[in-house]
């Protein structure tokens, strides 16, 4: 059902893991591994949703890390379609 608001596949998995653990952070080629999507494709889909709001950086020594803007307008609402499309498989 998700894929047909987001239709991005790399998207809906980023997406995805933020909604199930919202503490958790990542660096790119962390999140290239879980996902299993190339880290050109994560990087420019972390790019667009950090420029949206859904996601921060963080700096963590050397490391840019993601994580979920918990404070994002829709955060709650993807959250919830997230969870509802994910209980169904």
Request: net charge positive; no cysteine; glycine share 6%.
């Amino acid at each position: 059902m998700l894929q047909y608001f987001i239709t991005s596949k790399t998207r809906r998995k980023i997406i995805t893991l933020f909604s199930k653990y919202p503490d958790y952070r990542v660096h790119i080629r962390g999140l290239a591994k879980i996902t299993k999507e190339d880290p050109g494709n994560i990087s420019r889909e972390l790019a667009r949703l950090e420029k949206i709001g859904y996601l921060k950086a963080y700096k963590e020594a050397n490391t840019k890390v993601y994580g979920v803007n918990q404070n994002f307008i829709l955060f709650k609402e993807l959250q919830g379609m997230v969870l509802k499309t994910s209980n169904k498989r």
